[in-house]
Every structure is written in structure tokens, then in C-alpha cells.
């Protein structure tokens, strides 16, 4: 094999230093990542006491969110439900008169079978106050 002309040389620095650059990002990335709290800001040990597999919080025992009372914010600690659903749960109660059954649940717009089944075990429907 020859000798390199100074653009063919240069061309093969450059992407040999890209080449670097893109596996260092990746290594770095990585290692952050794992350093990185994605956990709830506030969804404290007061109302969540005790591990859930479904959950990435914990929950006292006994501490099921009434979705006949909750506000929007205790709405949205539940595993799929966001602000616009808990929007909605809260809207369609309003125009309802609650929930009779937990399951009545599944008549909001939005939330599926799946949503369901993830905060069934999570949920209540006591009369409200």
C-alpha cells in the first residue's frame, strides 16, 4: 500500500477522531444514565410506604386512591394516568355523579383495558364526601 496524500490523510483523522467522539458520547451516556434519579419528585413515604411491582413508587397498605375524591395531582401518582386523564376522571365524576364501581372507570375516555388493569389494585369507589 502507497503513501496517503495530505487530503486522504485528513479525511481518515477525521473520521477516525468522529469514530471517538460517537463511542466516548456513548460511553458517557450511558454511564450518566444510570446515575440519573427519574423517580417522582414528590410522591413521599407518608402516602406511599410499601413496594409495588407494578408501581415504580411505594404506597402504605390501605392507601388506595377514592377516584370519587382524589384531586388531580393524587390522580396522576397512579401508573398511566397523567394530567389530561385525571382531567377527565375528575370531569366525567363531576358530570356522573361519581363512580358506583371501579370498573365504571373504563367509561372515560382514554382509559383502556390495559390502563385498568395496571391501577385496578390501586383504586377505589367510595362515595364521595
Same mark, same amino acid.
Given at each position: 500500500?502507497?503513501?496517503?496524500?495530505?487530503?486522504?490523510?485528513?479525511?481518515?483523522?477525521?473520521?477516525?477522531?468522529?469514530?471517538?467522539?460517537?463511542?466516548?458520547?456513548?460511553?458517557?451516556?450511558?454511564?450518566?444514565?444510570?446515575?440519573?434519579?427519574?423517580?417522582?419528585?414528590?410522591?413521599?413515604? !407518608?402516602?406511599? /410506604? #410499601? %413496594?409495588?411491582?407494578? @408501581? +415504580?413508587?411505594?404506597?402504605? $397498605?390501605?392507601?388506595?386512591?377514592? =377516584?370519587? !375524591?382524589?384531586? /388531580? #395531582? %393524587?390522580?396522576?401518582? @397512579? +401508573?398511566?394516568?397523567?394530567? $389530561?386523564?385525571?382531567?377527565?376522571? =375528575?370531569?366525567?365524576?363531576?358530570?356522573?355523579?361519581?363512580?358506583?364501581?371501579?370498573?365504571?372507570?373504563?367509561?372515560?375516555?382514554?382509559?383502556?383495558?390495559?390502563?385498568?388493569?395496571?391501577?385496578?389494585?390501586?383504586?377505589?369507589?367510595?362515595?364521595?364526601?
Amino acid at each position: 500500500m502507497g503513501k496517503l496524500k495530505k487530503t486522504e490523510a485528513a479525511w481518515l483523522a477525521a473520521a477516525a477522531a468522529a469514530l471517538a467522539l460517537a463511542v466516548a458520547v456513548r460511553l458517557f451516556s450511558a454511564a450518566s444514565a444510570a446515575q440519573i434519579d427519574f423517580s417522582p419528585a414528590d410522591r413521599s413515604a !407518608s402516602v406511599w /410506604a #410499601e %413496594a409495588s411491582p407494578e @408501581l +415504580p413508587y411505594e404506597r402504605a $397498605a390501605g392507601q388506595d386512591i377514592n =377516584i370519587n !375524591s382524589a384531586d /388531580a #395531582e %393524587a390522580l396522576t401518582l @397512579l +401508573p398511566g394516568i397523567g394530567e $389530561a386523564l385525571a382531567g377527565r376522571i =375528575i370531569r366525567y365524576r363531576e358530570e356522573n355523579g361519581g363512580f358506583s364501581d371501579i370498573s365504571e372507570i373504563l367509561s372515560v375516555n382514554g382509559i383502556g383495558q390495559a390502563t385498568f388493569d395496571k391501577i385496578k389494585d390501586y383504586i377505589t369507589a367510595e362515595d364521595m364526601p
